[in-house]
């Protein structure tokens, strides 16, 4: 049963990391970035944090690794892991700041976007796509909560 | 709630874990000079091949219902017949799609000593690079050039696997091409994501009346293709050396054609 649920989510993970690249070819902008696979890991990250999603972690990292870049295997599985790991440590260690939510979204969407961090622009790059991203976290969370 | 509380650091373990175990794959993937994360990429084939139904099924009723044999079998000629005209169509269409696509580039001198790969983009990655169509399957290799329409340089060949390859185009702040003026000055073109840096390496003999950066053979590219068009820049000249930034405006799209010249 965990074989097939391993199984079902690591499916379910890269077809997000796949339509994520595919979603910010089709709208051709380059000064920002829309994440739904960084979403979904700090979704599961804050929300329901257990070893449950490693494998598809890994899975979608050495996806990525084989199929969509030049970098050696295992190197997107471990920013997957981290950033995993630092959005739920920050998380929890900062539950009595007020925008500890944000601060823990910022953190992961750092160390998401490292491998474009020496690009020039990368400031401005960073701050709108990580504006839009929360933005959306935001009103995703928003939905969910109008519906429970 | 006291579960919750104790899980935190030991949850973490795991994750540690396979994070060692990945730092293994690269370090194994890494000695193996990347035999591991490019077999994959190097059997998958992302072409499509359309291949025409046959109507045996249909054939085999033939033989139960003699009486009327020969107007099934007239049906089924006629079926076939609709069948090579439809496929004829879609061969017919997309002859005129590659005819239309070639038209522009057909204008560009001497690109008749070139064999053209058509190609078209897949997706871009996380690292801003595009990946192309076209691999090691069409002969491709490490440095090809590759040519928009206009016959202008968009990048060159990062990796090539068997039926894609990986594009560094100048979107990508690794972006670096040697290229040379008419009068056999060199330059490097760099890029910082958004703007391309033009550089002097060896200036011989400058003209202000250059008008284009050409990719050269000198510098192991497949030909001589323009990269900047500089007739419109401002070049800085100072101490021999020359220095220019210009904007790129380039939009790629599915719908942009990509050209990867051979030469003859």
Do not use: C
């Amino acid at each position: 049963m965990t074989f097939f649920r391993n199984i079902l989510r690591s499916i379910y993970f890269v077809v997000v990391l796949f339509f994520e690249t595919l979603i910010n070819f089709l709208t051709g902008i380059d000064w920002m970035v829309i994440s739904p696979f960084f979403l979904l890991i700090y979704y599961i990250s804050v929300k329901s944090f257990s070893n449950h999603n490693i494998i598809p972690l890994v899975i979608s990292g050495l996806s990525y690794d084989i199929f969509l870049s030049e970098n050696y295997l295992g190197v997107y599985s471990i920013l997957f892991l981290i950033v995993a790991i630092v959005s739920n440590y920050i998380q929890k260690k900062v539950q009595s700041v007020s925008y500890q939510e944000f601060l823990s979204f910022t953190f992961g969407f750092l160390i998401y976007n490292t491998i474009n961090l020496l690009e020039t622009d990368f400031v401005s790059f960073f701050i709108s796509s990580l504006l839009i991203n929360y933005l959306i976290y935001f009103f995703y969370q928003r939905t969910l909560g109008n519906r429970v | 709630m006291l579960k919750t509380e104790a899980l935190p650091k030991r949850s973490y373990v795991l994750y540690i874990l396979f994070i060692l175990l990945s730092s293994l794959l690269i370090l194994i993937d890494y000695f193996s000079n990347k035999e591991l994360s490019s077999y994959f990429p190097n059997s998958v084939n992302f072409e499509i091949e359309i291949e025409n139904s046959d109507f045996t099924i249909l054939q085999r009723f033939n033989t139960l219902f003699e009486q009327r044999a020969q107007l099934i079998s007239e049906n089924i000629r006629l079926e076939q017949e609709v069948q090579d005209l439809r496929s004829l169509e879609i061969e017919n269409r997309e002859l005129q799609l590659q005819i239309e696509s070639y038209e522009l580039i057909s204008t560009v001198p001497n690109i008749q000593n070139f064999e053209l790969l058509a190609s078209g983009f897949i997706t871009k990655n996380l690292n801003l690079e595009y990946l192309i169509y076209g691999g090691t399957n069409q002969q491709l290799k490490v440095g090809d050039l590759v040519i928009n329409e206009k016959g202008f340089v968009v990048g060159y060949l990062r990796e090539v696997f068997y039926s894609y390859s990986i594009l560094e185009s100048p979107y990508s702040s690794d972006f670096n091409l040697e290229v040379m003026d008419k009068y056999n000055n060199t330059y490097l073109i760099t890029s910082n994501g958004s703007e391309m840096i033009i550089s002097s390496i060896l200036l011989d003999n400058f003209k202000n009346d250059i008008d284009f950066l050409y990719t050269d053979i000198s510098f192991n590219h497949s030909g001589k293709f323009p990269v900047v068009d500089t007739r419109l820049i401002n070049f800085e000249y100072q101490n021999n050396q020359i220095n220019a930034v210009v904007e790129i405006v380039e939009n790629f799209t599915f719908n942009t054609k990509l050209f990867i010249p051979k030469f003859k």
